[in-house]
């Protein structure tokens, strides 16, 4: 019973020298409100400042979480750029292919043009959307490099 009294002035105590409380502490019994039938249980635990602290962690927790996996999903289904290598009548050149978002029409970054890359037939037609009627010349696709491959190449340059 008298550790029982003993912490409660330990959490008043602790209370004063926050500042929550201006009453001074006379005995533990004159800060509690009487309660008929009461039997000497400790009183329930007050919610302090350092309780509500840690409710505060797990949400900013959560919203990194929250963010982090948005930022996946998006790097998943964003285009990725891919370095491609296409000749024709000899010349062979070296580009970086930008695909389009969601059906769109992908970019050679190097050029103004738009691309038209089939990958099933391995081809690479750049079309010059300026002039009337629109033109459009085909490459033949030597190589395919992923997203890495591309970004070192664009690093070079």
């Known amino acids: ?27 533990a019994t004159s800060a509690e409100p009487a309660r008929s039938g009461y039997v000497g249980t400790a009183p329930a635990p007050r919610r302090s400042e350092a309780t509500a602290e840690p409710e505060v962690k797990p949400s900013k927790a959560k919203y990194w979480l929250v963010l982090a996996v948005l930022v996946l999903v998006a790097l998943f289904v964003s285009p990725k750029p891919q370095l491609v290598q296409y000749q024709t009548a000899g010349m062979t050149t070296t580009s970086v292919y930008m695909p389009g978002w969601f059906g769109a029409e992908g970019r050679i970054m190097d050029t103004k043009q738009r691309a038209l890359l089939s990958e099933s037939e391995q081809s690479l037609h750049l079309c010059f959307s300026e002039q009337q009627p629109e033109q459009c010349i085909k490459y033949q696709v030597k190589q395919q490099q992923g997203p890495i491959a591309a970004l070192l190449y664009m690093s070079r340059q």
């Open 1 to 27: 019973m008298k550790k029982t009294s003993l912490l409660t002035e330990a959490e008043k105590q602790k209370l004063l020298k926050k500042g929550q409380s201006k009453k001074p502490v006379s005995s």
